[in-house]
T-cell receptor, first 115, second 114 residues
């Protein structure tokens, strides 16, 4: 079946640098994408979302880019801080009747921020 | 505003025992979800409830049952626990009742089945 996956399982970033986390999706019908952050022992926390009619969306220190041509999603974190260390998941929603509410999650990327 | 709460936080069961995981949200959301998360994997949907009074199967429903008790509460029941059900269980809710919407997650229940 269709799936969402991540290019890199672990990303090591120096404090203050920018981080880029990548996500490939295979279902061109997907209309809505979300990035979640999960700290150890906690539930996923919403970071930012984007709909398929956009190619870029910015939040506080985060930017999500969507390239529908190559079915690629990325999360950019500016000036990475120690508190950004976590596992980051991308998720997609196909927004069809059969798939309603069924977010498909990638396996996650572990981001480690080093001093 | 507590968001999504789950009880218990931890549980150890023996094979064949039953238990119910509780979930409540105070955001007046219509939709609620149960996921499981296994090591090194993303979340997989077990069951969801689009609105009060409705429930539907997700990707991995076998071995589980759910009850949408009211708009706030959505419980997950394991009738006869198996070691394969050892996992971390997350409840989530969203405002949508028929469309994509951000899902907000609880802190999780860590379940070990011996």
């Amino acid at each position: 079946g269709e799936s969402v996956g991540l290019h890199l399982p672990t990303l090591s970033v120096q404090e203050g640098d920018n981080s880029i986390i990548n996500c490939a999706y295979s279902n061109s019908a997907s209309d809505y994408f979300i990035w979640y952050k999960q700290e150890s022992g906690k539930g996923p926390q919403f970071i930012i979302d984007i709909r398929s009619n956009m190619d870029k969306r910015q939040g506080q220190r985060v930017t999500v880019l969507l390239n529908k041509t190559v079915k690629h999603l990325s999360l950019q974190i500016a000036a990475t801080q120690p508190g950004d260390s976590a596992v980051y998941f991308c998720a997609e929603d196909q927004m069809t009747t059969d798939s309603w509410g069924k977010l498909q999650f990638g396996a996650g990327t572990q981001v480690v921020v080093t001093p | 505003n507590a968001g999504v709460t789950q009880t218990p936080k931890f549980q150890v069961l023996k094979t064949g025992q039953s238990m119910t995981l509780q979930c409540a949200q105070d955001m007046n959301h219509n939709s609620m979800y149960w996921y499981r998360q296994d090591p090194g994997m993303g979340l997989r949907l077990i069951y969801y409830s689009a609105s009060e009074g409705t429930t539907d199967k997700g990707e991995v429903p076998n071995g589980y049952n759910v009850s949408r008790l009211n708009k706030r509460e959505f419980s997950l029941r394991l009738e006869s626990a198996a070691p394969s059900q050892t996992s971390v269980y997350f409840c989530a809710s969203s405002g949508a009742s028929g469309g994509a919407e951000t899902q907000y997650f609880g802190p999780g229940t860590r379940l070990l089945v011996l």
